[in-house]
């Protein structure tokens, strides 16, 4: 695939396999109808050749070249296989919707406090305890397992469940496993209320590459039993919004919705495996 993939890339190339897929043609016809020089067009098919797309005979005093099917419908079904992989995976979707929102905000981002007015509201339903949940939410073992997009992973947590207490996340991609990409991002901040399985809050600030803070968002978490488990309530409000936090902003909806979707799913996941008794 690889020596199909090389001989196939030159457009000369291209010309020539385009040109035999009308009928077998001898090489100086080939040259001709190409505008080529007919020792190029020769070292160009016996690439071809090599690579398994064409095959040739010599007829009298021509060389004439033939192209082979089966090696292109190869070519062509490991390339739908590509595509039904981009399109079962559902990143790409994801991806074009958040290259929108970075436009837009990029846009909108003309003067400090442009966002400050902004807030984002979500709501999960959630198949677990108000008690499970809220273990989730405070208890950095548990917040490793959901606390950002599915692109991330945490590399460095503090969270302390207490008002004043303090709250950093740094992350990177996730499939950055040994450290050496840059870091996607670092956040830090300070728990404002706790009522134990009931309401959570805090504030959360971005820093830029230079350490200032790039907004500030202020938390709320609601919590509530159903007949189902507990259902959440979450109040995402933004202030101090720099004219850099366009890019942050542009992400909320989208990577917040996810962590929350991950939650969800950690938690459905934790009720299969009871806590152990210390």
């Given amino acids: 695939m690889d020596a199909l993939l090389t001989a196939l890339a030159d457009p000369a190339r291209w010309r020539l396999v385009g040109l035999l897929a009308e009928r077998p043609r001898s090489v100086g016809v080939l040259a001709q109808l190409a505008g080529a020089r007919q020792p190029q067009t020769?070292?160009?098919?016996?690439?071809?050749?090599?690579?398994?797309?064409?095959?040739?005979?010599?007829?009298?005093?021509?060389?004439?070249?033939?192209?082979?099917?089966?090696?292109?419908?190869?070519?062509?079904?490991?390339?739908?296989?590509?595509?039904?992989?981009?399109?079962?995976?559902?990143?790409?979707?994801?991806?074009?919707?958040?290259?929108?929102?970075?436009?837009?905000?990029?846009?909108?981002?003309?003067?400090p406090g442009w966002a400050d007015a902004r807030s984002f509201k979500f709501q999960r339903s959630i198949a677990g305890s108000p008690d499970l949940v809220w273990r989730h939410l405070t208890e950095p073992a548990l917040l490793e397992r959901w606390w950002t997009p599915d692109d991330l992973r945490i590399s460095e947590l503090v969270f302390e469940a207490r008002p004043g207490g303090r709250l950093l996340l740094e992350y990177r991609d996730a499939e950055d496993l040994d450290g050496t990409d840059q870091i996607a991002g670092r956040a830090e901040g300070v728990v404002t209320a706790v009522r134990p399985g009931e309401h959570l809050a805090y504030r959360n600030s971005p820093l830029l590459p230079d350490g200032s803070h790039a907004f500030t968002a202020h938390v709320d978490l609601a919590l509530r039993p159903s007949g189902t488990g507990t259902e959440l309530d979450v109040d995402f409000r933004i202030t101090g919004s720099t004219v850099e936090s366009a890019d942050f902003i542009a992400g909320i909806e989208l990577g917040f919705g996810q962590s929350l979707d991950q939650l969800a799913a950690a938690v459905a996941a934790s009720t299969d495996t009871p806590r152990s008794t210390p």
């Fill in 42 to 111: 020769t070292k160009h098919l016996q690439t071809l050749e090599r690579a398994g797309v064409v095959t040739s005979q010599r007829t009298g005093q021509r060389r004439v070249y033939a192209l082979q099917a089966d090696p292109l419908r190869e070519l062509a079904t490991a390339l739908n296989r590509l595509a039904d992989t981009v399109d079962q995976a559902g990143a790409y979707e994801a991806f074009g919707q958040h290259g929108l929102s970075l436009a837009a905000e990029r846009l909108a981002a003309d003067e």
